[in-house]
C-alpha cells in the first residue's frame, strides 16, 4: 500500500516517507484520507510557501526519530483540574467526568473544513487515533462552572498525534490549560473550539522542549454570538515550534484576546501564528505579542487581521508585536498583515523590534538599579505583560517560568 | 531669456506668475483620472510612427539594439537578459489580478518616423510638442521659467529659484532635453540613456545592471532586454545640480510596451533631486509599462527622486489603462549617502513597484514616501525594501493608501536589518483611508531583524474616513467633493510635504480630481 | 571646607565619533554640603548635559577636567554606583517603565543602593511605612504607587513621583533638571515643599532652570549662568532676579 501512497507527496524526504508509512497504517476512512491529501499537498511546509516562509518544517525534520532528551517537567499545576496525558501511544482520561463536562471518544475522523490552510493541522488529523489514542477526542461543556481541563503532551517517541475538538455551549465556560512537554520526535495536534452564543472559553498554552524536536499546535475557533475566547501561549520554541491559532468571529459582538509570549534561547525557534477573520459585524480582537531572543534563537510573529467586505463592518482590532533581541546574533522575523474590505472599522496594528530601551535602562540604573538587575526586571514586566489574562490558576506559574528563563 | 518663448495661451501674463498656474490646471486637467470621458491626458497623437515587428524574439531585439545604434556589448547584454526571460516566471504573490499578458501581442518599439535626433527643439515633430503641451509639460525652457518663477512668488517661501529640466519620452524615445548646455557648465550628465551610451559609454558600463541585475525579476529583466530609452543622469563629484531634473513619460502608440530604463549616479557628496511624471492615453487595451529605474549614490552623496504617476486607470468597468510593472531601486553604496523616494501613484490599472534602497553605507540614509490612491476598479500593489546593511544606517517609511470605488490598495513593504548593520533604525508608518464600502485596504510588512542593536518601529492603522469630520467641514458650507479633499489632504500632509513645491501643488489637484465621485 | 561636589574644567561632547558636538567647555563649579546652587542658563547652553554627565549617562563622553564627590572621581563610574554614592537626577522627562510597578522599582532601588553600600535591606514594614509617610506628604494617592512607573501619569504626577524617590532613597546629592517645567503653581509648591524638606546641613543640590519661579520657592544659596558650555557669571540669588528681568542678552552682554 505504501508504494502507492508514496505519490501523495512529490520528492518525499525520509520523514515524510514515514508519515505516509504511518498513514498507510490507519484505518480507511474517507474524512481521514481527505485531511492527509491537504497535508500531502505541499508535504510538511517550507520556506517556499508563503506562510512557512521563517519556519521550515521540511528542511529541519529529515526524519522520524525518538529525540534525546526526555519531557520537561509540567509546572502547571493539575489541582483542583481534570489531567488529560497523551503520549506518542498512550491516552489517559479521567475515569468520570464531572456533570457540564460531556467526553466522546471517537473512533472515525471528524470532517475538517479549511485543512489546507493548516498542513500540520490536517496532519495531525489525518494521523491521530491508533492503539489506545482516538481518532478524535470531542467534548461538549454545558456548565459555566466545570473545573479546568488540563491537557499534557509529553512522552518519548517518534511523533505524536491528537486532535480533540469541543463545542462550548450557550452561556458555558470552558477553562483549558495545555503543556507541551518534548519527548517526541515530532509533536502535532489540532484543537477546534465551537462557542455558541454567549460561551467562553480561556485557554492557556504552555510549550517547552527540546532542541531536537519539531511541534506544531494549531488551534481554531468560531466564536457564535457575543462568545469570550482569551488565549495566552507561553512558548519556548524547539528545533521548530509553530503555535497557530485561526479565530472566526462569526456572529456579532464576539470577543477575542489574544495573546502570546515567546521566549527562544540558543538553537530554539519559537513561530507564533494567528489569523482572525472578523466574519460578523462589531466583533473585538486585542492582540498582544512579546518575544525575547538570545544569541542564536530564533522568533517569529505572524499575525493576520481579515476584515471581509459588509460582514465586517463595525471591526475593532488592535494587534501589537514586541521583540527584545537581548544578544547579539539573536534573530526576529514579524509580519503583522491587515486585509480590511469594510470601510467601517478600527484596525491598527504595531510592530517594535530592538534592544531594551536606553532611557529606561539609564532611569533604573541612576536609581542604583545594577545594570544586570535592571535588564532583567525590563525584561520580566515586558513579557509579563503578555501573560496577564491567562488563569488565575496558571499565571503565576508562567510569570515564574518566564522569570527562570530571563534570570538563568 | 525670452520669457513668453513658447506660451500662446498666456503671453499677456508673462510678467505676472500666471504661466505656472496654466501648467498646473492643464496638468489637472490631464489627470482627470477616472471618469473615461474627463480623463484628458486620455487624447492619442497622431504622427507617423515606426514599430518593432510585433512581439518579442531575438530578432526583435536586434532590430531594437539597431535602430539605436548600439555597440555591440548593449546587444550582448540585452540578449543575455532575454535569454534569462525565457526561462523565469510572472510572479504571482501580489495582491493583483489582472488577465494574462500576451507578451507577444505587442509592439516593443515605437519611435516617431521623423527620427529621434533632434538637432535643437525646433526640430521636433510639431505634433509631438503640441502633445506636452496639452499634457502641460514645460518642453520650452522658457515656458519653464516662467512657469517655476509664478510658482515661487506664490508660494513666497524665499526659496532658492527652482528651475526644472526635462527630458521627455514619447513611447520608446527621448524626443528633447531640455537646459542640455547650462548644465553641462555645471558638469552634469542628462541625456536620454541611449544617447549617454554612444557619449559616456565607460560610465553607462560601470553602473548599469549594477543596481538591478539583469535577471533581478521577471519585468525587470523583461526591461533589461528591450528597454527602449530613458534618462541618464550623472552628478561629478561635490556638483550639486543647480535645477531639478525631470522626466516626462508618454505612452501613444497603440499595443504599445514602454521599458524606460534610468539610472542616475551621485558621485561623491553630489546632490540630485529628480522628477519623474507619466500619462498615457486612453485606449481599450492594457498598454504594458515596465520600466527600471537605478539609482547609485556614493559617500555623502544625496538623490531625491519624486514621481508623480498618473497613467490612464482604465474606465469605470476596468477596461484598458496601464500594466505598471516597475523596479525602481537605490543603492546607498558609499557612507553617509542618502536616497529619498517620494511617489504620488494615482493611475494605472494594476501598479506593481517596490522603490527600494539597499543602505550600504555606513550612516547612510533610506527614505520611502508614498501616496497611492485607487477608485474605480484600481489595483495597486506597492510599498518599499529597505535593507540595512552599513553600520549606523537609518530607513523611514511613511505610506498613506487611499482606496475608493472597487479598487484595492495594498501595503508591502520589507524591512532587512543585517547582523553587522549595528544600530540601525527604521520607522515606519503605514496608514489606510477607505472611501465607500466595496474597496480593500491591506498592509503586509515584512520585518527581519538579525541585529540587537537595531530599533525598528512599525504603525499602521487603517480607519475610513470619519463622517464626523466630513460633516463638519460640510456644515461650516464647504461642499462634500472639497471636504473629501480636504480631508484627505490632511490624512497625507507628512508624505506631500517631501514633494518639490511645484509638484506638490500637482499633486493635491491629482488627488482630487482621482477621488471625484467616490462619496455620495 | 572640601567642597562636596567639585567640577574641574569639564568638557564633554555628544554624538558618535565623527558628529560629535562639544556641549560642555571648560566648566567648573563647587558646591559645598549643605548649600543649594542653581544653575540658570539659556536653551541649549548645556544643562541638561551637565546632569546627564554627572549621572554617567551613555552617549556623553567627557573630553577633560573632572567632577568629585565627596573627594572620589564619579566620572568613571556606573550610573548605578554614582546612585549608590548619593547621586541622584530628577529628570527634566521622566522615563515610563510599564510593568513595573512604582513600589517594586523603588524598593528594589533602594536595596540594591543599600547592598552596594555594605547595608542590610530595609524590612518589607519599614518600606511601606516609610512609603505611606513620603506619599501622604507629598499628597500622593496609594493607589498611584502600584501602577507602573510613570506610566500614565500627568506631567505634574511624574515630577511629584521623581520627588517621593528623592525622599524615599535620601539621597547625599540631588540634581533637579527643570523640575518646574510642566508644573502648575500648586504642583509647584508641594514639589518645593519636598525639595526644602530635603535641605540639610549633609546635603547639596544643584538646581537645573530656565526660569526664575523654581527660585522663589527654593532660594538658592548660590546662582550660576551657565552658557556655551561653560559658567560664565556666579551671584547670590538675586541674580536670578536680574535674569528674569533683563534677560540672558542683557545679563550675558556684561559678562562678555
Known amino acids: 500500500m505504501t508504494t502507492a501512497l508514496r505519490d501523495f507527496i512529490k520528492n518525499p524526504t525520509a520523514a515524510e516517507l514515514e508519515l505516509v508509512a504511518r498513514y498507510g497504517m490507519q484505518p480507511e476512512d474517507a474524512r481521514r484520507e481527505r485531511a492527509f491529501l491537504a497535508f500531502a499537498e505541499t508535504g510538511l511546509p ?4 508563503e506562510g512557512w516562509k521563517w519556519t521550515d518544517f521540511k528542511a529541519a525534520l529529515k526524519a522520524l526519530e525518538t529525540p534525546a532528551a526526555a519531557s520537561a517537567k509540567d509546572p502547571l499545576p493539575d489541582d483542583g483540574a481534570l489531567v488529560f496525558r497523551f503520549t506518542p501511544k498512550g491516552f489517559e482520561a479521567p475515569a468520570k467526568l464531572p456533570d457540564g463536562i460531556r467526553m466522546v471518544v471517537q473512533p472515525g475522523v471528524q470532517a475538517f473544513p479549511g485543512a489546507e490552510d493548516v498542513p500540520m493541522g ?45 463545542l462550548v455551549r450557550s452561556g458555558a465556560s470552558l477553562t483549558l490549560t495545555e503543556s507541551y512537554l518534548g519527548g517526541a520526535g515530532l509533536t502535532a495536534s489540532v484543537l477546534e473550539f465551537d462557542l455558541e452564543r454567549g460561551a467562553k472559553l480561556n485557554r492557556t498554552i504552555f510549550q517547552r522542549g527540546g532542541a531536537g524536536e519539531a511541534l506544531a499546535v494549531t488551534g481554531i475557533a468560531h466564536l457564535g454570538a457575543e462568545a469570550e475566547m482569551t488565549q495566552t501561549t507561553l512558548a519556548f520554541g524547539a528545533k521548530v515550534a509553530r503555535m497557530e491559532t485561526r479565530v472566526v468571529h462569526q456572529a456579532s459582538g464576539s470577543k477575542l484576546n489574544l495573546n502570546a509570549a515567546y521566549l527562544s534561547g540558543k538553537g530554539f525557534h519559537a513561530d507564533i501564528t494567528t489569523n482572525v477573520r472578523h466574519g460578523a459585524p462589531s466583533c473585538v480582537t486585542r492582540q498582544l505579542t512579546k518575544g525575547a531572543v538570545l544569541d542564536g534563537g530564533t522568533g517569529v510573529f505572524q499575525g493576520k487581521f481579515f476584515v471581509p467586505r459588509k460582514t465586517g463592518q463595525h471591526t475593532d482590532a488592535d494587534m501589537q508585536h514586541q521583540a527584545l533581541l537581548l544578544e547579539d546574533g539573536a534573530q526576529v522575523f514579524a509580519k503583522p498583515e491587515l486585509e480590511i474590505y469594510a470601510d467601517d472599522v478600527e484596525c491598527a496594528h504595531g510592530n517594535t523590534c530592538g534592544a531594551l530601551d536606553d532611557a529606561q535602562m539609564f532611569y533604573l540604573r541612576q536609581r542604583g538599579i545594577p545594570e544586570t538587575q535592571a535588564r532583567a526586571m525590563l525584561t520580566e514586566a515586558f513579557i509579563a505583560e503578555a501573560l496577564g489574562m491567562a488563569d488565575e490558576a496558571v499565571r503565576d506559574v508562567l510569570l515564574a517560568e518566564a522569570q527562570n528563563w530571563l534570570s538563568s | 531669456m525670452d520669457c513668453c518663448g513658447g506660451t500662446t495661451e498666456h503671453e499677456d501674463d508673462c510678467g505676472e506668475v500666471k504661466v505656472k498656474d496654466s501648467i498646473d490646471a492643464k496638468t489637472v486637467e490631464a489627470a482627470k483620472a477616472l471618469e473615461s470621458e474627463n480623463y484628458s491626458a486620455g487624447f492619442a497623437t497622431t504622427i507617423e510612427t515606426d514599430f518593432a515587428p510585433k512581439g518579442l524574439s531575438e530578432d526583435t531585439i536586434r532590430y531594437i539594439s539597431a535602430a539605436k545604434n548600439e555597440p555591440e556589448w548593449l546587444l550582448e547584454w540585452r540578449l543575455k537578459a532575454y535569454e534569462r526571460w525565457l526561462t523565469m516566471e510572472e510572479p504571482t504573490w501580489a495582491m493583483v489580478r489582472y488577465p494574462k499578458i500576451d507578451y ?75 537646459f542640455r548646455k547650462e548644465l553641462q557648465k555645471a558638469g552634469v550628465i542628462f541625456m536620454s540613456i541611449s544617447e549617454a551610451v554612444h557619449e559616456y559609454p565607460d560610465l553607462v558600463k560601470k553602473y548599469l545592471g549594477t543596481v538591478v541585475p539583469q535577471s533581478d525579476n521577471f519585468f525587470a529583466t523583461l526591461n533589461s532586454a528591450v528597454f527602449s530609452d530613458g534618462t541618464f543622469v550623472y552628478i561629478p563629484k561635490g556638483v550639486r545640480c543647480p535645477m531639478e531634473l525631470s522626466t516626462y513619460f508618454r505612452m501613444n502608440a497603440e499595443n504599445t510596451g514602454q521599458f524606460e530604463r534610468t539610472l542616475i549616479v551621485a558621485d561623491e557628496a553630489a546632490y540630485v533631486s529628480y522628477l519623474e511624471g507619466c500619462t498615457a492615453p486612453m485606449r481599450d487595451e492594457n498598454q504594458l509599462h515596465a520600466a527600471v529605474v537605478e539609482l547609485v549614490a556614493l559617500e555623502d552623496a544625496e538623490i531625491k527622486y519624486s514621481t508623480v504617476q498618473n497613467w490612464w486607470p482604465g474606465d469605470e468597468d476596468g ?6 510593472f516597475v523596479t525602481k531601486r537605490g543603492d546607498c553604496r558609499g557612507d553617509r549617502s542618502k536616497i529619498s523616494w517620494t511617489q504620488v501613484e494615482t493611475g494605472s490599472a494594476v501598479t ?15 527614505e520611502f514616501y508614498s501616496i497611492a490612491v485607487t477608485n474605480g476598479r484600481q489595483q495597486a500593489d506597492t510599498g518599499t525594501k529597505m535593507i540595512h546593511l552599513g553600520k549606523r ?17 495594498t501595503y508591502r513593504g520589507l524591512v532587512s536589518v543585517n547582523r553587522k548593520a549595528v544600530n540601525a533604525r527604521n520607522f515606519t508608518q503605514c496608514d489606510s483611508l477607505l472611501i465607500g464600502e466595496k474597496c480593500g485596504a491591506h498592509t503586509i510588512p515584512y520585518v527581519e531583524n538579525r541585529c540587537a542593536s537595531a530599533q525598528l518601529e512599525h504603525e499602521a492603522t487603517t480607519t475610513k474616513l470619519s463622517e464626523d469630520q466630513l460633516f463638519y467641514a460640510r456644515q461650516r458650507g464647504i461642499a462634500e467633493e472639497d471636504a473629501v479633499a480636504l480631508l484627505v489632504n490632511g490624512f497625507v500632509r507628512d508624505v506631500l510635504q517631501h514633494l518639490p513645491m511645484e509638484f506638490a501643488v500637482e499633486a493635491q489637484s491629482l488627488l482630487k480630481v482621482s477621488l471625484e465621485g467616490s462619496v455620495g | 571646607m572640601r567642597p562636596m561636589l567639585k ?58 577636567g573632572s567632577a568629585t564627590l565627596n573627594g572620589e572621581d564619579i566620572l568613571g563610574m556606573d550610573p548605578e554606583e554614582r546612585a549608590a554614592k548619593g547621586m541622584f537626577l530628577s529628570f527634566q522627562y521622566p522615563v515610563e517603565i510599564p510593568g513595573v510597578p512604582v513600589m517594586t522599582f523603588v524598593r528594589t532601588a533602594m536595596n540594591a543602593q543599600r547592598k552596594a553600600r555594605g547595608e542590610a535591606e530595609i524590612s518589607a514594614p519599614d518600606f511601606i511605612k516609610k512609603s505611606r509617610d513620603v506619599a501622604k506628604m507629598l499628597n500622593l494617592d496609594a493607589e498611584m504607587l502600584k501602577r507602573p512607573v510613570n506610566v500614565g501619569f500627568s506631567g505634574g504626577e511624574k515630577k511629584r513621583l521623581e520627588i517621593y524617590q528623592m525622599m524615599m532613597l535620601e539621597p547625599k546629592f540631588l540634581i533637579l533638571d527643570e523640575t518646574d517645567s510642566g508644573l502648575d503653581i500648586d504642583a509647584l509648591k508641594t514639589v518645593a515643599d519636598g525639595v526644602n524638606a530635603m535641605r540639610d546641613p549633609s546635603r547639596g543640590m544643584l538646581v537645573i532652570t530656565h526660569y526664575q519661579r523654581l527660585l522663589d520657592y527654593i532660594k538658592p544659596d548660590k546662582v550660576h549662568v551657565l552658557a556655551k558650555g561653560r559658567i560664565i557669571k556666579t551671584g547670590e540669588a538675586d541674580l ?13 552682554g556684561e559678562a562678555a
Open chain 1, 46 to 49: 517550507h520556506r517556499r510557501m
Open chain 1, 122 to 166: 490536517a496532519l495531525a488529523a489525518a494521523l491521530a487515533g491508533g492503539g489506545k489514542r482516538p481518532a478524535t477526542l470531542a467534548f461538549e461543556i454545558t456548565s459555566s462552572e466545570a473545573p479546568r481541563l488540563h491537557f499534557v503532551f509529553e512522552g518519548a517517541g517518534e511523533a505524536s498525534f491528537a486532535r480533540i475538538v469541543f
Open chain 2, 104 to 178: 507577444q501581442a505587442y509592439y516593443y518599439y515605437a519611435a516617431p518616423k521623423a527620427g529621434a535626433k533632434y538637432a535643437s527643439i525646433d526640430d521636433v515633430p510639431k505634433e509631438i510638442l503640441e502633445t506636452y503641451e496639452k499634457l502641460g509639460i514645460p518642453l520650452r525652457e522658457a515656458e519653464v521659467l516662467l512657469g517655476v518663477e509664478g510658482a515661487v512668488e506664490t508660494a513666497a517661501e524665499g526659496r532658492e529659484k527652482p528651475r526644472v529640466a526635462v527630458d521627455a519620452v514619447f513611447d520608446s524615445v527621448s524626443v528633447a532635453t531640455t
Open chain 2, 319 to 324: 477596461k484598458g489603462g496601464i500594466f505598471n
Open chain 2, 352 to 366: 506593481w513597484k517596490y522603490p527600494s534602497c539597499i543602505l550600504r553605507g555606513d550612516d547612510s540614509v533610506g
Open chain 2, 393 to 409: 544606517t537609518k530607513s523611514r517609511i511613511i505610506s498613506k493608501g487611499i482606496s475608493a470605488g472597487k479598487s484595492d490598495n
Open chain 3, 7 to 64: 567640577i574641574t574644567d569639564l568638557s564633554a561632547t555628544v554624538g558618535e565619533d565623527s558628529e560629535a558636538k562639544t556641549i560642555l567647555n571648560g566648566l567648573s563649579l563647587d558646591v559645598p554640603a549643605g548649600e543649594v546652587h542653581a544653575i540658570m542658563g539659556p536653551n541649549g547652553a548645556g544643562k541638561s548635559t551637565l546632569s546627564y554627565v554627572l549621572t554617567g549617562r551613555s552617549g556623553y563622553e567627557v573630553t577633560g
Open chain 3, 240 to 252: 536670578a532676579l536680574r535674569l528674569e528681568k533683563e534677560g540672558y542678552d542683557g545679563v550675558l
